[in-house]
């Protein structure tokens, strides 16, 4: 059984950066692309990154020069940096994990993280 966990989030302040990380346990294996979406109020979700397990990485346009994937392959884990923050930043954030790059830009990966609450203000 795989799990995804993630840590990081809550009530931010605009301008500041943010963190969100997310590990993998069970039996996920090293080559599994991983990813992050959100969530806004009354939005959909929407994709922000994905990063494959040779470091190959794909961004939505709209958080390009403020939003870094990166993972730590050792430690089965994912990260999400925002930096600045805006208060349009304000959702849930899921990180997911698949069998390839795109099939996790798609929002097709097999597993999916908890889902982590982001508020910023203003």
């Known amino acids: 059984q795989v799990q995804l966990v993630q840590s990081g989030g809550g009530l931010v302040q605009a301008g500041g950066s943010l963190r969100l990380s997310c590990t993998a346990s069970g039996r996920i294996f090293g080559n599994y692309a991983m990813g992050w979406f959100r969530q806004a109020p009354g939005a959909e979700r929407a994709f922000l990154a994905s990063?494959?397990?040779?470091?190959?990485?794909r961004y939505a346009d709209s958080v390009k020069g403020r939003f870094t994937i990166s993972r730590n392959a050792a430690k089965n884990t994912v990260y999400l940096e925002i930096d600045p923050l805006k208060p349009e930043d304000t959702a849930v954030y899921y990180c997911?994990?698949?069998?390839?790059?795109?099939?996790?830009?798609?929002?097709?990966?097999?597993?999916w993280g908890q889902g982590a609450h982001v508020t910023v203000s203003s």
């Open positions: 990063i494959s397990w040779i470091v190959v990485t």
């Open positions: 997911t994990a698949g069998q390839s790059l795109v099939v996790v830009t798609a929002g097709r990966g097999d597993y």
